[in-house]
């Protein structure tokens, strides 16, 4: 059948082979333009909306900074006016607030690296890195750097988690948690340089005292209510609540740390039949139970306000989280 195929193929006039392979490449070529015009639009749409976002946050937070920077000087103008500090001395002082900006914002523009810090005594070590004590060349002080792989992180799926983190940690201003100095990337690695605990963890303080007394256990655990109620007041679910998270400063004072399965919540919307149980967890009157597509509307209504992810350390996790009902805050208390 081929070869009578090919026979007569050999008979065609030249001049129609020729016009049927135009217009079949003709053919193939608009096609194939479409796709890759398709393509190219939808690349081009990420790439504005990503220059957008990226523009818009850089002139965002240059607005705020001189803003910032005003409200600091008209505050330093009110507050000499009030002290009747001479013209001279009022002069000198604004001078040196005006040559600190200065400074701070030559500092915001140096990007920082890993070749800026000294690496020292690792204290940690974790699925997808390890912890370090190291100490900025130039400063000389001592922190605490987080190094997390990216391949690994990328292989288990934790983007979002480790996002969280350092979203949490740059946005909470608290005395009560951990604090974040700045963050920074390489090819391999993602770096979170961190405060430094040198007072060890709440569980090596367990371990050691066997017993704490009533005033002791009364400050922790009061400064564990503040470091908890910090992250809520920010709309930030911990999910990892344990002595083991529960760092202490040189002074004995507690910090909450180790953001890694914190949430986001949007908890302006929760009612109180997101929390309700047995047949009528819908909050319907009837009491009836909920339809398969009912549950599926439900869910994607609360996604964003509760959450339904079993996470946390078996000996710790919370009730709420086990029902695999959906929770909020309450599973941290």
Known sequence: MDSARSWLHKFQPRDRLRSNTRRRDSMDGVEDDSISEEEAS????????????????????????????????????????DADVSEEDQ?????????????YMRLQRHKMGVDDFELLTMIGKGAFGEVRICREKTTGN?????KLKKSEMLRRGQVEHVRAERNLLAEV??????????????DEFLYLIMEYLPGG??????????????????????????????IHKHNYVHRDIKPDNLLLDKFGHLR????GLCKPL?????????????DNASGSSTGERRTQQEQLQHWQKNRRTLAYSTVGTPDYIAPEVLLKKGYALECDW
């Open 42 to 81: 939808s690349m081009t749409k990420q790439k504005v909306a990503a220059a957008k976002k990226y523009i818009e946050n850089h002139y965002k937070e240059q607005m705020k900074n001189l803003q910032e920077r005003r409200e600091r000087r008209i505050s330093l103008e009110q507050k000499l006016a």
């Open 91 to 103: 002069n000198n002082l604004i001078k040196f607030l005006e040559k600190k900006e200065t400074e």
């Open 142 to 146: 001592v922190y605490a750097m987080k």
């Open 173 to 186: 201003d608290s005395n009560c948690i951990v604090k974040l100095y700045c963050s920074f990337q390489d």
């Open 201 to 230: 963890d709440m569980m090596t303080l367990l371990m050691r005292k066997d017993t704490l007394t009533e005033d002791e256990a009364r400050f922790y655990v009061a400064e564990t209510v503040l470091a908890i109620e910090s």
């Open 256 to 259: 909450l740390s180790d953001f």
């Open 266 to 278: 949007d908890c302006s919307t929760l009612e109180d039949t997101d929390f309700s149980t047995g």
